[in-house]
């Protein structure tokens, strides 16, 4: 009897022991991944995608930023990026994944080792690995599933061709199957890529560029040329695929709808014979031509039916990217997801999702990035010409008036550009007409009020909207700067959340100039802590996880720095200016590691750019920000307003009698304190381009709202000050005490 109760003790304790460690570790389901590259909400009707439709109705649903590296992502990147878990791109010439060859119940994917040798992809073959390591089996259908799939040696345990091959049994073996669907993507490929869509260039014989082979075919090809600039054939074969179009959509209506229709077809194939009890996500996971879109993202699971889908990666309930697709596969099956994966598992969001409203936030989109470079274009033409008309009457001294309303008016331009969000439109002609409405309204308040008597009064009011705008758009989430032309787009994918590059800009110059404005009211020791408290305050909202934003803070400190030593009247030395640059870089890296030690799922892009700094992938985020700023130094859009501005603002100070009427230093007797706001503008505006991959995006969007401001402030002082004034003694010599 007593044997008989200890062996049930111990059989107690046993469960108990299991109970505990099944307690401790997460739960393991089964989850499907149907990824159909090129699939965006405009396709899925009830006639002629009627699986796909259905299961969209089922499930949880949201818009997918397929971005990876390039403007465009096809295939080939987004299987890829899945597979590591990290934005990552197989080069140049990219179209279908490579075609695997069968191994057994498996296959190999040929030349895996190209994307870590030659491409320097060395995240690949994350989910497969992991996988493999936490002896979890899996199963590829179709090429991009195997890419997604396979290990560090390109190697899938499981992998067929095709849903028609697989049955129930043999999915309910694994707990994870993930499904090519390139019926649609097929028809755009245009054949032309030389044996390496893969990123390999086609050229035989050279051996300059990665590749393999030459002709136009498919395959690897044959010839020598190929892999890291020498040696024969060591690229990746792309199997049937071409490259992806450089036209928007080169199909038409009616041949997309047959594309769409086998799809639908084979994605009816793989959910008929899906185990009960599947969680099934959907994702359009690449674009179809040379325009990006949103595309579907779907997660049937109970309880998610008619819900948003988001990721906490975007901090959006209706917006996700790919590498939250890794993410969430590991999740479901219990597999701890590694270190080195950027996103996180999707998250079902508030109830009340429509194909409706997906099908018009891309639409958005649409429209902005339609828009966007005309807009950049035109401001450039408007400032400009604003400064050659100004250089043209103010040294007549004629229409001060109308450059002093219009200077205004062109410094309201950028705010405009938010608020406009804050009403519902439309198509273009409502998003331009809104921009303008709100810039006149801007402008009205700026000369309504009592404070239009004043030469700081229009400008002040203009700064401080801007600043307000910018610092009640980030502590509400920014929505006004989600899908604005001065702002960020989801289907550009270079940020969801947070203060973007340009903003950052107008955020620093309207806080400075407003914080000057207070110093010019209250002078001494109350201007110089206002102008460090609103300073501070601004790059706390930028840098923490409300603004999520690396180079700006670095940019913001040695700003506010030298506007308060220039108010206390110290002298500002190259050895300061490092000083307060270094500070910016230790003060962003402490919100970067804060934010690092927050769970993953918690993390902004800061706390993730340590993880790769600490996996040694920093240097290539760095290296591509790097290209990224010095490509916009020669832009057509954005350097004409620097120089155009520096050229003003320069020979303004220099030659105020023949620039400006002595418009400039007229500004500056009356306010010593808007000459250092404006110092300390320039200083921040400089070094933000430095840093910043946006590069001269940040200088000429801080120089155009600075110096109208300046000229309408010295347009209001000059009456008062008389016809001409030379220069105000301190002017250069800060200038140049900033350059020594």
């Known amino acids: 009897m007593r044997r008989a109760l200890v062996v049930l003790a111990v059989l107690a ?298 990721a906490a990666s975007t901090h959006r309930e209706d917006i996700s990217i790919l590498t939250d697709l890794t993410a969430t596969m590991l999740s479901e099956l219990g597999v701890p997801v590694p270190a080195t994966v950027v996103g996180t598992p999707l998250r079902v969001g508030p109830a009340g999702a429509t194909i409706t409203d997906l099908r018009r936030d891309d639409a958005t989109a649409q429209s902005i990035r339609s828009v966007k470079g005309v807009y950049f274009t035109v401001v450039a033409v408007l400032q400009v010409t604003f400064y050659l008309a100004a250089f043209l009457l103010l040294r007549r001294l004629r229409g001060l008036s109308p450059v002093r309303v219009a200077a205004v008016a062109l410094a309201a331009l950028p705010v405009s550009s938010y608020l406009v969000n804050l009403l519902p439109w439309t198509g273009l002609p409502q998003l331009v007409g809104g921009v303008l409405a709100w810039a006149a309204a801007v402008t009205v308040v700026a000369f309504a009020g009592p404070w239009r008597r004043r030469p700081l009064g229009p400008p002040a009011v203009v700064a401080g909207v801007t600043a307000l705008t910018l610092a009640g758009d980030l502590l509400t989430g920014t929505t006004l700067q989600l899908n604005s032309v001065m702002g960020y787009g989801a289907d550009v994918g270079a940020r969801y959340y947070g203060l973007g590059n340009i903003p950052f800009a107008l955020l620093a110059t309207g806080t400075l100039l407003a914080a000057t404005v207070i110093a010019h009211r209250w002078p001494g020791r109350a201007g110089v802590g206002a102008t460090v408290a609103l300073g501070a305050f601004a790059m706390v909202l930028g840098g923490s996880g409300l603004g999520s934003d690396f180079g700006g803070v670095i940019a913001f400190v040695p700003g506010v720095a030298v506007t308060a030593l220039i108010l206390s009247g110290r002298r500002v030395s190259l050895v300061n200016l490092g000083a307060f640059c270094a500070a910016g870089g230790v003060i962003v890296m402490g919100f970067a590691w804060l934010n690092h030690l927050r769970p993953p799922s918690e993390q902004s892009h800061l706390g993730r750019f340590v993880g790769q700094v600490l996996t040694g992938e920093g240097f290539d985020v760095i290296w591509r920000k790097l290209h990224a700023m010095l490509a916009t130094l020669l832009s057509p859009n954005l350097m004409p307003i620097v120089i155009a501005a520096a050229a003003f603002l320069v020979y303004a100070i220099l030659r105020p009698g023949q620039a400006s009427a002595g418009v400039v230093p007229a500004a500056f007797e009356h306010s010593p304190a808007l000459r250092a706001g404006l110092i300390g503008t320039l200083v921040s505006g400089v070094v933000g381009m430095l840093v910043n991959d946006s590069g001269a995006a940040v200088l000429s969007m801080a120089l155009a709202l600075a110096v109208p401001l300046l000229l309408a402030t010295g347009i209001g002082a000059l009456p008062a000050a008389g016809r001409s004034r030379p220069s105000v003694p301190g002017v250069g010599e800060q200038l140049a005490g900033v350059a020594k």
């Open 13 to 310: 304790g046993q469960v108990l022991a299991a109970q505990a460690a099944s307690a401790a570790e997460p739960p393991a389901g089964r989850v499907a991944l149907i990824g159909v590259p090129g699939l965006h909400w405009n396709d899925l009707t009830p006639e002629d995608t009627p699986n796909l439709w259905e299961l969209a109705r089922t499930s949880a649903i949201g818009s997918l930023s397929v971005r990876t590296v390039g403007s465009v992502t096809c295939p080939y990147d987004g299987w890829l990026t899945v597979s590591a878990g990290a934005r990552s791109a197989s080069g140049y010439a990219c179209g279908a994944p490579p075609l695997p060859r069968a191994a057994g119940e498996g296959a190999v994917i040929p030349g895996y080792r190209y994307l870590v040798d030659v491409a320097g992809q060395r995240a690949a073959g994350t989910l497969g690995e992991t996988l493999r390591a936490a002896g979890r089996c899996s199963i590829a259908i179709g090429p991009g599933a195997a890419l997604a799939l396979a290990d560090r040696h390109g190697a899938v345990a499981r992998y067929h061709d095709s849903p028609l091959r697989v049955g129930t049994a043999d999915l309910a073996r694994c707990p994870l199957v993930a499904m090519d669907v390139d019926d649609l993507i097929r028809p755009y490929l245009t054949g032309e890529s030389a044996g390496a869509g893969a990123g390999a260039a086609a050229g035989a014989g050279s051996g300059a560029e990665a590749g393999a082979g030459t002709g136009t075919g498919a395959g690897a090809g044959t010839g020598t040329g190929a892999g890291a600039g020498g040696g024969t054939g060591a690229g990746v074969e792309v199997g049937e695929g071409g490259r992806l179009p450089r036209v928007p959509d080169r199909l038409s209506a009616a041949e997309r709808r047959d594309a769409l229709q086998l799809a639908d077809a084979k994605a009816g194939a793989l959910l008929s014979v899906l185990p009960a009890g599947t969680t099934v996500m959907l994702a359009g996971l690449s674009d179809h031509g040379s325009v990006p879109h949103l595309r579907v993202a779907a997660l049937r699971a109970p309880g998610a039916e008619g819900h948003l889908l988001g």
